[in-house]
Structure formats: C-alpha cells, structure tokens
C-alpha cells in the first residue's frame, strides 16, 4: 500500500499529466474543426488571468477586462498598445468606451482612460464598487449607478461632480439615451441628466423581468410570457408579442433584431416589428453570442463550444469546441463582433476570426 506521502506526491502529477492530455486532445478537436469554420482564425493570445469583458470600439481597438487588469490590442494586428492595472474586482460589465475614452470601474473608483495611450485622464472613488455600473456618458456627463444613488459627473474641464438622486435597486437596469436617464423603479421613470430631476414617471407599467432599451424604446418581458415594446418619448407601449421563456430570461438588442435567451432556447425578433423570425432550441444555457455577416454566433456554455447558426433561417450550420485550458476552473465564455472580426473568449484565451 502507497503511504499518504507517497500519494501526495503522485496525485499532484496525475492531475498535471491529465490536464495535459485533456489540452492535447481538445486542440486536436479545435484544429479539425477550424478546417471547416467559415472563418479563419487571424491571432489568438493568452493572459494571465481569466477574461470577464471584451469590447470593441469604434476605433478598431478591442478592450480586454481581467480580474486586474484592462488591455487594449489592435484588433488586426493582435499587437498590445498598453495596459492598465486594476483593482481587484470581479465584474463582467465594467467597462464601456466612446468617442476615444474608455470609462472603468474598479474596486475603488470610476476611472476615465485615453484609448490611444492609456493614460488616465480622471477618477473618483466608489462607494459599494462591487454594485456599481456605470449607465452612460452624453454631451461630457458621465452617470454612474453606485450605492443606489445616480452620481453625475462632467468629464470636461474641471471634471466636477454635478448632482447626486437616490434611487431604487433596480435602478442597475438603467439606460442612458437622448438626455434621459431611463429606469424601471414602480413604474418607468425618466430623470434628466443635466439637471438630476425627474422629467417623468409612468406607474401604470410593472417591470420584474428582463429589460433591455434600444432608439428609445424600453424591451421588456412581463411574466415570462410575452415581450413588450414601450416608446419611451410618447410613454406608450406599441408592440408587443407572446413568447413563453423561463426565469433566465435575458433581453438584447442588436443591430435591427432583438434577442431574447433562457436555459434552453436563444429567438430570434425583429425589433421594430417586435415579431419572432426563429427560436433555436438544441442549446444549453447559451452565455454570450454575436452577428456576423450573415450568421449568428453563440457560446454554448456546458459545451466550451461556438454554434453557429443562419441569421435569416436560424438552421444550425455547425460549431467549433474551442479548447480548455482550465481543469477545473470555471470561466465566463464569451463572443463580440464588428464589421470584419470576430472575437471569442475562452478563460485567459483570447481568439480573433475574420474573412
């Protein structure tokens, strides 16, 4: 019989030489079927850390979140332009970018950071930084959600604080769009962002569900089985559609369709019609997904898979296991896309497809 410490020494390599096998086999499956991905794999790289946030910008520059770490490449060459140390902070929605400004938040502050350079341009400290979310900047206000109050901020000149508003919890799901700051809270409410002061309120709607805004129009789902469309400017609902979905529930809106996803389906919704084109329904709890050209990319998430699927017919054309190399670590998966790339994530791996 082994002793304990012979065993302590030996389990530690089997595990190693299994990740190893398991790594092995699961890049052997990812260049077969890379063969016949309709896109072609352009750079991939690998950071130290697992990937919470990936966003494209305007520019062409793709922002990678870590636990601690922000870093900016350049989506077609792959080469890093910088990178900018964090706080610690676990958060998968914390950074957003516009006009050549990336705005941060981290376990201490809001940053605001130079695209180009990286460097900081301004910062203020959070209250509860593990609840914050920053809402939106318009017209050099930036406004950010923390410890149930709206903060308002000018990022110009001075960059002076303007006004503070409490609000309800549910304030997290809020939009900032033409001037007003739009949130679910006992109704729809509407405040303006340059002055802190409700503009309006609407109780006759009751939000629980999920919520998403596009244009100035607040998508919402009211009891899981059907999906409303409310005209925010004239405060009047103009659509709505039946779709029965479960409590995971998530509500999207890209490019001219809405998407609605739960555990076991991702649909498919002409958002100005507020019509169901096609629901697909041979996935599992899809965590992330993306247009591209013609196709709709998602993240299976028990699979570590991309599926890929016909925009117009929703007909699975196939799918691509990307490899894991993690054993037992479990990670967000990830997928964002602009006009040419398309970029996925998988734990600290990092991977850019295009044409």
Not at 228 to 233: E, R, S, T, V
């Amino acid at each position: 019989m082994l002793n304990k410490k012979w065993v302590l020494l030996i389990l530690p390599l089997m595990l190693t030489l299994l990740l190893i096998v398991k790594w092995a086999c699961d890049w052997e499956t990812f260049q077969a079927q890379l063969a016949e991905f309709p896109l072609q794999q352009k750079w991939s790289t690998e950071l130290p850390q697992n990937i919470e946030q990936i966003l494209i910008d305007e520019n062409q520059i793709v922002l990678v979140r870590t636990d601690s770490h922000l870093y900016a490449f350049n989506l077609q060459t792959g080469s890093m332009l910088w990178k900018f140390e964090t706080g610690w902070l676990r958060q998968n929605k914390s950074i957003t970018a516009k006009d050549g400004t990336v705005f941060l938040i981290d376990n201490k502050s809001v940053w605001q950071i130079d695209e180009q350079s990286g460097a900081v341009l301004w910062s203020h400290f959070l209250h509860f930084p593990e609840s914050a979310k920053i809402i939106g900047e318009f017209k050099h206000i930036l406004v950010v959600f923390d410890s149930q109050q709206f903060f308002a901020y000018s990022v110009i000149d001075n960059q002076s604080f303007l006004w503070k508003k409490p609000v309800c919890r549910n304030a997290t799901d809020a939009s900032l769009q033409g001037g007003y700051i739009y949130y679910p809270c006992l109704g729809i409410n509407a405040i303006d962002i340059n002055t802190g002061e409700f503009a309006w309120k609407d109780e006759s709607i009751s939000i629980a569900e999920a919520v998403t805004y596009s244009d100035e129009t607040l998508y919402f789902s009211q009891g899981y089985s059907k999906i409303i469309a409310y005209d925010l400017p004239s405060q009047m609902i103009f659509r709505e559609v039946s779709l029965i979905s479960d409590a995971d529930q998530k509500l999207t809106a890209m490019d001219n369709f809405l998407f609605s996803t739960d555990s076991s389906k991702i649909c498919l919704l002409n958002k100005e019609k507020l019509q169901v084109i096609w629901c697909a329904r041979d996935i599992h709890s899809p965590q992330d997904f993306a247009i591209f050209e013609d196709s709709v990319y998602v993240m299976n998430g028990p699979a570590n898979a991309i599926f890929y699927y016909s925009l117009s017919s929703g007909k699975r054309i196939g799918q691509i296991a990307l490899p894991n190399f993690n054993l037992f670590t479990f990670f967000r998966n990830l997928i964002v896309s602009s006009s040419h790339f398309l970029v996925s994530s998988n734990g600290t791996h990092l991977f850019v497809f295009g044409r």
